[in-house]
């Protein structure tokens, strides 16, 4: 029996939570691998510029720089994507449009993998289970039509 300081004995400690234990080290490589097997998969399958993000972007860049295709229906339709357009949109201040796709990519698609890798360790002890389900999940969006180009594909998905 163990005491504290003032000689009240002290419950045992509990066992200690494996999936949890090694987590900083093995959930960020994890994470590190869905984040590549997504950008790869986005580069392959959604080429820059991807379907929709020619538009997107454009509309982006017409909110920083209203001069820019001034007079144009569409860049001066509603903006409707005010969040994507103010976050996204700086970007094309200082980087072309391709650029700014990558930009965008590369941040969503870390959000998504480290969102993707959190939940397969919450839901299951198995090993590299972040990254056997997010390749399951490309896989799939490959062989059929699941509407998965929204979540890995272009930057318009944001």
Same mark, same amino acid.
């Not at 698609?109 to 480290?114: K, R």
């Given at each position: 029996m163990i005491l504290n300081h003032k000689?009240?004995?002290v419950p045992p400690a509990l066992p200690?939570?494996?999936r949890t234990a090694d987590f900083p080290r093995s959930g960020w490589i994890d994470a590190a691998l869905v984040w590549t097997s997504f950008l790869l998969y986005s580069a392959v399958a959604a080429p820059v510029p991807a379907l929709n993000e020619p538009h997107y972007l454009a509309k982006a860049r017409h909110f920083w720089q209203p001069g820019w295709c001034a007079g144009d229906m569409f860049l001066e339709s509603v903006?409707?994507?005010v969040v994507f357009f103010g976050t996204l949109g700086w970007f094309t201040t200082w980087c072309s449009l391709p650029v700014t796709a990558w930009i965008g990519r590369v941040v969503s698609?870390? &959000?998504? %993998?480290?969102g993707w890798t959190t939940l397969a360790r919450r839901l299951t002890a198995l090993p590299w289970a972040g990254l &056997?389900? %997010?390749w399951l999940f490309l896989t799939l969006q490959t062989i059929g039509?699941?509407?998965g180009e929204?979540?890995?594909g272009g930057v318009e998905s944001m």
């Open positions: 000689g009240a004995a200690r939570d494996d903006d409707a994507h698609l870390a &959000v998504l %993998a480290g &056997v389900s %997010a039509n699941w509407s929204w979540v890995v």
